[in-house]
C-alpha cells in the first residue's frame, strides 16, 4: 500500500519535522503535471499520505497475525488427531488388560488391587504397581506402557489446551489489526472524497499511471527470479486490497509471495520478514527479481524488474504497477 514519495534517493532524509511527501505531488511531478520540483502544500493530502502509511503498518501487522493464526490452526489439528490416536491406543491397551483381568477374576486369581488399573489417576495406580504382585511380569510391562500412554495424552492435552489459548489470542489481534486498516483507510477516503475536483482527478491519474518503462537488457539473477517476475509483470493493473496475497488482488507483500509462488518459491507472508529471506546485495547491484523493501521497519515492499524500476501494489485506489525503486527510502535489497 505504501505511502509514495517524491523521487529520491535511498538516504532521503525525511526532515526534523517528520512530514511525509504526498502521493500527489510524486505522481504528478513524475507525470509531468506539476513542477518536479514542487512541494506539498495541500495539508489534505498529507493527511492521506500519512493515513495510507499508518494502515500500511496495520496491515503487515494483520498479515503477521493472520499467518501466526494459520499455523496454530494447523498446530491444533495436528494435536488433535494425536490425541484422538492414542485415546484410540490407550482405550485398546486398557480393554487387553481388562480382558485379562476378568479371566483372572473368573479362576478366582485376581488379587483386588488390580482394580487399580482402571483408575482414572494414572499416578495412583502406578505408584503402587509393585502391589500387584500376582501380576506376572509380562502383565506389569502392559501396565507400564499404559501408564506411558496415559501420560503422554496428559501431556497432548496440555499442550492443546495452550495452543488453543494462543489461537484465540492470535485471533484477537487479526481482528483490532483489521479494525485498525478500516479505520485509517475509511478516513483516507473521507479525506479524498472531500478534495476539490480538480485535485481529485489530478490524484486519480497519479494512481492509473501505466507507463510501461524499458526494461530491454534487464537480466534475472536465476530462472526462478525469471519466473517471479513474468509474474509480477503479468499482475500489473491488478487492484491493491489489503491484506491480500492474489491472484485478484494484492496488498505489497502478498505481490512478491504471489510472484514468487508461480516460481515454486516460498517467501514469508510480511514485508519485514522479506526483508531477511535471501542473499542481502547493495541496491547498485540489484537485479530483476531482487525484493526491494522500505522505510527503517521495511514496511513496505517492492520486486526489483531492472532498469531502476520496481513492481509494487502502492496503495488503495493505486493499481500493481511500475515506480522508479527510489520512490521511497530503501531498507534492503535481497535476492531469494
Not at 526534523?16 to 500527489?24: H, K, P, Q, S
Request: charged fraction near 25%.
Amino acid at each position: 500500500m505504501g505511502s509514495h514519495r517524491r523521487l529520491v534517493p535511498s538516504g532521503f532524509d525525511r526532515g526534523a519535522r517528520g512530514a511525509t511527501l504526498c502521493v500527489l505531488t510524486a505522481a504528478a511531478a513524475a507525470l509531468g503535471v506539476l513542477p518536479a520540483g514542487a512541494a506539498p502544500q495541500d495539508d489534505t493530502r498529507a493527511e492521506v499520505d500519512r493515513l495510507y502509511e499508518e494502515a500500511e503498518h496495520a496491515t503487515e501487522s494483520y498479515n503477521k497475525a493472520d499467518e501466526r493464526t494459520d499455523t496454530l490452526r494447523d498446530q491444533v489439528d495436528r494435536a488433535q488427531d494425536r490425541i484422538a490416536r492414542q485415546q484410540d491406543r490407550i482405550n485398546t491397551m486398557r480393554d487387553a488388560l481388562g480382558s485379562l483381568a476378568g479371566a483372572q477374576y473368573r479362576s478366582g486369581g485376581l488379587d483386588p488391587s488390580l482394580a487399580l488399573m482402571f483408575s482414572d489417576d494414572p499416578d495412583e495406580y502406578l505408584d503402587k504397581a509393585a502391589a500387584l504382585d500376582r501380576i506376572s511380569s509380562r502383565q506389569a510391562g502392559e501396565l507400564k506402557e499404559l501408564q506411558g500412554a496415559m501420560r503422554d495424552l496428559s501431556q497432548e492435552r496440555e499442550e492443546a489446551t495452550r495452543k488453543l489459548g494462543e489461537l484465540d489470542k492470535s485471533r484477537k489481534a487479526v481482528a483490532r489489526h483489521k479494525r485498525t486498516v478500516e479505520q485509517k483507510l475509511s478516513k483516507a477516503r473521507q479525506l479524498l472524497n472531500a478534495m476539490p475536483g480538480a485535485d481529485r482527478a489530478a490524484y486519480d491519474r497519479a494512481s492509473r499511471s501505466g507507463r510501461v518503462p524499458d526494461l530491454t537488457g534487464a537480466v534475472p539473477s536465476s530462472g526462478r527470479a525469471a519466473a517471479a517476475v513474468a509474474a509480477a509483470r503479468s499482475a500489473v493493473g491488478r487492484p491493491y486490497v489489503w491484506g491480500a496475497n492474489g491472484p485478484s488482488g494484492f496488498d505489497c507483500s502478498g505481490l512478491t509471495q504471489w510472484s514468487y509462488a508461480q516460481a515454486g518459491v516460498g517467501l514469508p507472508r510480511t514485508s519485514q520478514a522479506q526483508a531477511h529471506t535471501g542473499r542481502a546485495v547493495p541496491l547498485s547491484q540489484a537485479q530483476p527479481g531482487d525484493i526491494v523493501t522500505y522505510r527503517g521497519d521495511a514496511s513496505h515492499v517492492g520486486m526489483y524488474v531492472g532498469n531502476g524500476q520496481v513492481i509494487h501494489a502502492p496503495y488503495p485506489g493505486a493499481p500493481v504497477r511500475y515506480d522508479p525503486v527510489g520512490m521511497m527510502p530503501v531498507n534492503t535489497v535481497t535476492r531469494p
